[in-house]
């Protein structure tokens, strides 16, 4: 979890390099970044399911942790709005161009829900991206990753909420090119190891290979 928020926060700062002034985080869930944003420039919109985002904030208050003025929350259901409706309502500029974190969502998603998503992404101006995490295909698996993924799977299937959206790196790909992304990175347990933890003496890594894989889409190379 620490290694794709920090993914995701360190392709913001290079987007922000590049003029991007909108980040919204999809399923924001107890994100910080908006209560850690080092640039006031930044408009910060937190999506997230009405009854999530009313714990959260009833979490801000109790702890007395002021909302910045620069973060939106945007209660979004979305069996009754789009998330383009809601980033609208919510004061989002569809004429800038934005970056996107979607972590620990996709793979509880349908397909159509994940299209849908990304579809919206893609007609922002460049250099609009986002970055996401995803369930490798159970087939890709070996037996002992194979073995991981089904007591994990289990379990989120008994708290409600299953997996049910699998990729291989090459069907996600053929997937962002066919929604209009140009510029595509994945990236596995190997190459984020090697990026984040690497010479740590207390031997802290991801486990090899990984269950996921992270995703970075943009409209084009910014």
Do not use: C
Not at 27 to 37: C, E, K, Q, S
């Amino acid at each position: 979890m620490a290694a794709r928020s920090r993914l995701a926060e360190d392709k913001l700062a290079h987007a922000v390099e590049h003029g991007v002034s909108q980040y919204v985080v999809l399923g924001a869930g107890l994100d910080t970044f908006g209560y850690r944003n080092p640039n006031r420039r930044l408009r910060v919109f937190e999506v997230d399911f009405p009854a999530t985002q009313e714990w959260k904030r009833s979490l801000l208050a109790d702890a007395r942790i002021q909302v910045p003025p620069n973060l939106t929350f945007v209660s979004l259901d979305f069996e009754r709005r789009t998330l383009f409706e809601g980033l609208t309502e919510a004061g989002f500029d569809a004429r800038s161009p934005a970056f996107f974190a979607w972590l620990g969502v996709v793979p509880y998603l349908s397909a159509e829900a994940f299209r849908s998503t990304i579809a919206t992404i893609v007609k922002l101006p460049s250099p609009a991206g986002v970055t996401f995490d995803f369930a490798i295909s159970p087939k890709l698996l070996g037996p002992r990753a194979r073995a991981a993924f089904e007591m994990l799977s289990a379990r989120v299937a008994a708290a409600g909420e299953p997996f049910k959206l699998f990729f291989t790196p090459e069907d996600l790909k053929a997937e962002l090119r066919s929604a209009g992304f140009r510029e595509i990175e994945l990236l596995g347990a190997d190459d984020l190891n090697e990026r984040y933890f690497a010479d740590r003496k207390d031997g802290l890594m991801l486990p090899s290979p990984g269950l996921g894989m992270l995703a970075t889409a943009h409209v084009q190379r910014p």
